[in-house]
């Protein structure tokens, strides 16, 4: 529920930036945050890196 609260907040601040200083390129900031986050995630699981990648998309099949 904390990294909900996380993301929230930085959406709203970078909308808040985007619009206060007519700059679209704050619009990023979540996107790139969530997809730090998910990389962060997966590099903490004990095996190698794309073998995890693999993994996680095979749950699909």
Known sequence: ??????????????????????????????FVSILAFMLV?????PLPFWDTVQFIFNLRG
């Open 1 to 30: 529920m904390l990294w909900v609260i996380v993301f929230a907040l930085v959406t709203i601040l970078s909308v808040v930036f985007a619009l206060r200083n007519k700059r679209p390129v704050w619009l990023v900031v979540p």
């Open 41 to 45: 995630k997966i590099a903490m699981v």
